[in-house]
């Protein structure tokens, strides 16, 4: 199981190809504000994906994921994750 902290969306393709089904991707920075722009790629990804609250500016309203696949992760929830993946890769 491998944790994939993606930073911005340069790499999203290599990642979403990387993930196994019992990965996780986390977006973070960047990739985190752009997220509400990724609806239709996030149903394809066959792992969990979610966004890092924390990171994402005042006007990025938490509700535009309501509909999507996305959930929306916390810095206690991201020290879960890792601790429950084994691996994890960051994707700058």
Known sequence: MTLHVLRSLNHLDACVTTARADDFIL????????????????????CGVGVLVDDLDEGTLTEQFAGMRIIQVSDDDWVTLTERHSNQVSWS
């Open 27 to 46: 977006l973070v920075d960047q990739a985190a504000n752009n997220a509400h722009s990724m609806n239709a790629v996030v149903k394809e990804i066959g």
